[in-house]
């Protein structure tokens, strides 16, 4: 008995060793944690449990078959964040680079499979060279099963992707199609093509870092949702992050003891809107003012900054929001922010997040580039996400809310259960100026005649009363009471339900 | 005899209105703000029993225009007028028009204002009431010649000085005839350019000189009284920082001299309300006249601390003719009064002034505390308020009084540490540094204190080691505290909670504690810290009340209070405290093992980039496009705030181009 424990304790070590002391040294000198390491940073100490650990691969091509080590370059199983349990993976560069073999995709779909029966995340952390070429089409496969899996997880429980190293060629799929991606600065990247074969067939000079480093993915192609300068720091972020989200569809947002009065007036908030409706304001300032302890995870923060996305509580509980910043295109839609927004509200709604939207928009961004990129069928995604959404909707409109824009802001008509307007608001087809050209062009040449419209425009149209009287507006708020309004707002919407038509599924317009 | 006040328009803005409002209002007397575009929502405005709008934002087209003020008393009805401190406060014509008007102002007699406010004049008339002056030329200085002939006759070092100057303009030192010559030069075109009046005059230059000045207060029944001096030493740029009452340099011969000076100077010119009479001494208690201010000073609030004597309510009283209750025997000197000035301005950019919206303004709590100091803060703005372009900027003046010193030093310490200031720029870091430094808590400052303790600017302050472990300790508890919440989320296995250890590793900038916590008795922490580099343990209690959102910090750490201003991060906490910015890291032992793996992140060169300062408006630009510049050529001059212009010059030889 004893001589079977002892083989036992043997061989976890073996296992835990990974690639051998070498690798690990290497790995630590490019400023990255092993496999291991990092799990153990990102869940609670002592609750990681892990399975498959002596698994091995079956490949006997290429000399292989003389070379095994156990766990075949991923670990896996689940643990607990803030004592909340969830299902991870993290591939290990220490283990033939971390590539994905045909055993180690079916760990993967393992912890997937796991995670869907028994209702909790997954989070993943990527550090992989690629398919296990040693493997050809078997290692190819195993990716396609882990993206079978991805898709039938999507909306199920949440899927978080940490790309911790390379991850290259089909292996981005996997990242691609979880909910959210993070990145770690310097260490990481992703590319369907790198640069070196890029440089044979297209003649294009690009480093790793450019073609798919961090920045770009968080400030041009949008494919991750932030990036963190180290290891440490983006398991850190992801763990808080975690606790804003809920275990799965059925779940609901987790709720934890709050220090903050929801009644909490702030009569700074009289004044953030400036008296020159041309002039800017940080929107930030509302959102963090508003949250519970001011605690704000911004999804996509260097991304289409004209609209601002992430999480924060009420009263304890995660609310999604969405707002519009006037500091950046004066807070205009475009086809990125469009983008942007329509899959954040998409997420809340899988997962029964109430979605808090903050409206200043003068419109969409007009130009040739906007419509040639397609504005119109990006716009028509965060209509569509907006309108299919059946979670708490509550809109608070602080500024401008105008034209097409305005029906995209989670309008009353769209859906939004209470509807707020300051009474700075103005909400209208458009800018008096604008409106004024078009209603009034015989006096266009007449100065006096043309102020006076404008003015006649602005008392008429610029507030929000029009809409009050509407009823679009269910009430006309002080700014320094919004908190209140609005955690009173979610927490007569808690129980909301609202019955759909029969469908296979919709047709989003992707 | 006396005509007793109605309404009062105080024809000044920020936080000098709001102090003239609370003693009015005090005293049953209605008041009347002004209030320029910029001003709109201001405080003085929301705090007046009415307000009158007269004009655009700059000053000269609001709150320096005398007609646009006459029109508002007439519209008003005011019967009386405070100028407070600056735009038309020391301005004769005013005060001659008001007389005109019938309406009453509150400050001493045109007569007065006219005789103090040429420095020749006042000079003069100074020697004549037996006032010690600096040696000097009593007249004009005609060419640069003369100026040589005169600073040699002095000797140097002189001061050239503008006879209309003020705040460091039109001012030169010479220390040889060389710069004698050239400063005259300088001085004038100087003057010229800001007052239209390129008068100049030279007088021996004191080094090493404390700035130390008399309160006088007067009545129009040739009463007049001192009450005690202030010192302001601590000056940057010829802009008073800090101040205090009484000095800790003068005897009680030298004050009982300066004082007795004062009022015979201000009975010279039959002065008839609060007034200050500006002195430098040398290191041997000799002291030399140089201004008289014929208006409410800034700092007066430390005054009114040691005296308890209001002294807007005494302006007001002999404005209305009421002779003066109070003898020279009723003046008291009670404890220890220190003003911090809160300037928005950026310590760590060499004092740049900063602008923009006040997101977060929470001074300390005014009032006695319970350990019998007190704190006050006069301020005119508030949260939500914006910090504009188009004034001084001045934030608040916090003051702190004690039985003696080193009290209202230790009170000024922890006022400091509890004010919440975000959004812009501000100096409260550095007035927080000159508390804790070691001369200014000995008294041994001169006005070039700043100058040669700063002499590269302030790079923010080194605790040391004994505070970074108390900082440690405090930083522990409040992120045990954090995670035993986030500990409490829902949806967590029921058995299976998180384990939260009680030893934490914590870093505060290069300094390694491991901190054990334990609870005692009556609510308290024991925290036991061991340091990386000495093993001996330190055991300090700890007790707080903080909530886990709270953005300050309040502990006692073995029975004695300390406030940190902090900011969560997922792992520690940004912590500011005693004019010191840290980044504290906790963790459990294991992840701080970890951490050292990390690679540590330099900041990426921006040499290459031009970004302005601050928003201005750009006056010049120097260059054209395509031209080839070198390193540290001026490209471009920036106007901002009541700064003077200043260049922003090229950090590294570029060839960029312009953007239009």
Redesign the interface.
């Given at each position: 008995m004893s001589n079977i424990q002892d083989k036992l304790d043997a061989r976890r070590a073996q296992a835990r060793i990974g690639g051998g002391q070498d690798r690990i040294d290497k790995q630590?000198a490019k400023?990255k944690?092993t496999a291991r390491?990092r799990l153990?940073?990102l869940l609670?100490?002592?609750?990681f449990e892990e399975f498959d650990m002596f698994v091995q691969h079956r490949a006997t091509d290429f000399g292989m078959e003389k070379s095994h080590i156990a766990g075949d370059g991923v670990v896996t199983g689940w643990g607990?964040?803030?004592?909340?349990?969830v299902f991870v993976f993290a591939q290990d560069f220490t283990v033939y680079g971390g590539s994905l073999s045909e055993t180690q995709a079916k760990k993967i779909c393992k912890i997937q499979d796991m995670a869907m029966r028994n209702g909790a995340p997954i989070i993943g952390l990527a550090d992989s060279g690629g398919a296990r070429i040693q493997e050809g089409v078997a290692s190819l496969a195993g990716y396609t099963d882990v993206f079978k899996n991805n898709i039938r997880a999507s909306g199920v429980v949440p899927q978080i992707s940490v790309i911790m190293g390379p991850s290259a060629g089909g292996a981005v799929y996997s990242p691609a199609l979880t909910d959210f991606i993070f990145m770690v600065?310097?260490s990481s990247y992703m590319f369907l093509t790198g640069p070196d074969v890029l440089k044979t067939v297209t003649n294009e000079i690009v480093t790793a870092e450019e073609l798919g480093g961090a920045k770009t993915h968080t400030t041009k192609s949008s494919v991750a949702d932030g990036a963190f300068?180290?290891?440490?720091?983006a398991i850190?972020?992801i763990?808080?992050l975690f606790?804003f989200l809920p275990?799965s569809n059925t779940?609901g947002s987790?709720?934890?003891?709050?220090?903050?009065a929801h009644d909490r007036m702030d009569?700074?908030?009289?004044?953030?809107v400036p008296?020159n409706p041309n002039l800017p304001?940080d929107i930030k300032?509302l959102v963090l003012k508003l949250a519970?302890?001011?605690?704000f995870f911004e999804i996509q923060p260097e991304f289409a900054k004209n609209i601002i996305t992430g999480f924060m509580r009420m009263e304890g509980k995660t609310v999604g929001v969405v707002a519009n910043q006037p500091l950046v295109l004066a807070g205009c839609l475009d086809s990125d922010a469009s983008r942007k927004a329509a899959r954040f509200v998409r997420f809340c709604d899988c997962f029964s997040i109430p979605i808090l939207t903050l409206v200043d928009v003068p419109g969409f961004l007009p130009g040739t580039s906007q419509e040639f990129g397609g504005v119109i069928k990006h716009g028509a995604k965060l209509l569509y996400a907006y309108g299919e959404a059946s979670v708490p909707l509550v809109t608070v409109i602080t500024r401008k809310a105008y034209g097409g824009a305005y029906c995209v802001m989670a309008p009353k008509h769209l859906g939004g259960d209470i509807n707020y307007a300051w009474p700075s608001a103005q909400i209208a087809v458009m800018g008096a100026k604008g409106a004024v050209e078009i209603l009034h062009r015989k006096d266009l040449s007449d100065a006096d005649k043309t102020a006076a419209h404008v003015a006649d425009y602005e008392e008429k149209f610029l507030s929000p009363f029009r809409a009050a009287e509407r009823g679009f507006i269910d009430e006309v708020i002080k700014p320094q009471s919004t908190r209140k309004r609005v955690a009173r707002a979610f927490a007569m919407l808690a129980e909301k339900e609202i019955a759909k038509p029969w469908k296979k599924h919709g047709n989003l317009p992707l | 005899m006396t005509k007793p006040i109605k309404k009062i328009l105080i024809a000044n803005r920020g936080e000098i209105a709001c102090r003239v409002i609370k003693t009015a209002r005090k005293m049953g007397i209605k008041t009347v703000a002004v209030y320029s575009d910029a001003d709109?929502?201001a405080l003085h405005v929301s705090m007046a029993d009415e307000a009158i709008h007269i004009g655009a934002s700059p000053a000269s087209e609001s709150y320096l225009v005398m007609d646009k003020i006459m029109d508002a008393i007439k519209q008003s009805g005011a019967d009386a007028v405070h100028p407070g401190y600056g735009f038309l406060s020391e301005n004769p014509v005013f005060a001659e028009k008001l007389k005109k008007a019938g309406v009453t102002f509150i400050g001493p007699n045109p007569h007065a204002i006219v005789s103090m406010g040429d420095k020749i004049t006042s000079k003069k008339l100074a020697q004549e009431a037996g006032v010690s002056c600096v040696p000097g030329h009593m007249g004009l200085i005609d060419d640069a010649e003369h100026a040589v002939k005169i600073s040699n006759q002095v000797g140097y070092p002189v001061m050239i000085k503008a006879s209309a100057g003020g705040g460091g303009k039109g001012m030169r030192i010479a220390y040889n005839d060389t710069e004698a010559r050239e400063g005259f030069q300088s001085s004038k075109n100087e003057a010229a350019n800001s007052f239209g009046d390129d008068r100049i005059f030279i007088e021996k230059f004191v080094e090493q000189p404390r700035h130390i000045e008399i309160q006088v207060l007067g009545d129009k029944h040739g009463n007049v009284i001192y009450l005690n001096e202030r010192e302001c030493s601590i000056q940057r740029r010829n802009q008073k920082v800090i101040e205090e009452a009484p000095s800790p340099f003068l005897t009680p011969q030298t004050r009982k001299a300066m004082g007795e000076q004062s009022v015979a100077l201000a009975k010279e010119v039959n002065y008839d309300s609060a007034g200050t009479v500006e002195f430098i001494v040398d290191q041997d208690q000799n002291f030399y006249f140089l201004e008289m201010n014929t208006r409410l000073q800034v700092e007066h609030p430390v005054t009114e601390m040691i005296t308890h004597i209001d002294l807007v309510e005494q302006m007001i009283r002999s404005a209305q003719g009421e002779e003066l209750k109070l003898k020279q025997e009723d003046v008291q000197m009670d404890g220890w009064a220190i003003e911090s000035r809160i300037y928005a301005e950026d310590p760590y950019r060499n004092f740049l002034p900063s602008i923009g919206?006040?997101?977060?303004?929470r001074p300390p709590a005014e009032g006695a505390r319970s350990d019998g100091t007190i704190v006050r803060n006069d301020t005119g703005v508030?949260?939500?308020?914006?910090i504009s372009m188009y004034y001084d900027p001045m934030i608040a003046k916090l003051c702190t009084w004690g039985e003696d010193r080193g009290e209202a030093i230790k009170a000024m310490k922890y006022a400091l540490d509890s004010f919440e200031l975000e959004g812009i720029g501000h100096n409260i870091p550095f007035c927080a540094a000159v508390m804790a430094h070691d001369r200014f808590e000995r008294g041994d400052i001169s006005t070039a204190f700043i100058a040669e303790e700063y002499p590269d600017g302030f790079l923010g302050v080194d605790l040391g080691k004994g505070h970074h472990r108390h900082i440690a300790a405090v930083c522990a508890i409040l992120h045990d505290i954090s995670a035993h919440?986030?500990?409490?989320?829902?949806?967590?296995?029921a058995n299976?909670?998180?384990?939260i250890?009680d030893v934490w590793a914590v870093q505060v900038k290069d300094d390694h504690f491991t901190v054990k916590l334990r609870d005692a008795q009556g609510g308290t922490i024991l925290a036991a810290i061991d340091e990386d580099s000495d093993k001996a343990t330190v055991e300090i209690e700890v007790m707080t009340r903080w909530?886990?959102?709270?953005r300050l910090a309040r502990v006692y750490i073995d029975n004695k209070p300390m406030v940190l201003k902090i900011k969560p991060r997922?792992?520690g906490f940004d912590v500011h405290y005693r004019g010191s910015d840290l980044k504290v890291a906790v963790r459990?032992p294991?992840?701080a093992q970890?951490?050292k793996?990390?690679?540590i992140?330099l900041a990426p060169d921006t040499s290459n980039l031009l970004l302005c300062p601050m928003p201005g408006v750009i006056v010049k630009v120097m260059v054209a496009e395509g031209d080839e510049v070198q390193d540290g050529q001026a490209l471009a001059v920036v106007e901002a705030m009541k700064m003077e212009r200043w260049k922003i010059r090229c950090a590294q030889r570029v060839n960029a181009s312009l953007p239009k």
């Open positions: 630590h400023g944690l390491e153990e940073l609670d100490p002592g609750s607990t964040i803030n004592g909340r349990k600065r310097d300068d180290n290891d440490m720091e850190n972020q763990r808080r606790d275990l779940s987790p709720e934890r003891p709050f220090f903050d009569t700074s908030l009289d004044t953030i008296d304001y300032e519970d302890e001011s605690d | 709109k929502n919206r006040l997101r977060r303004y508030f949260e939500g308020g914006e919440r986030e500990a409490q989320i829902s949806g967590s296995l299976h909670r998180r384990h250890p909530h886990p959102g709270e997922p792992e459990n294991r992840a970890l951490a793996l990390m690679p992140k």
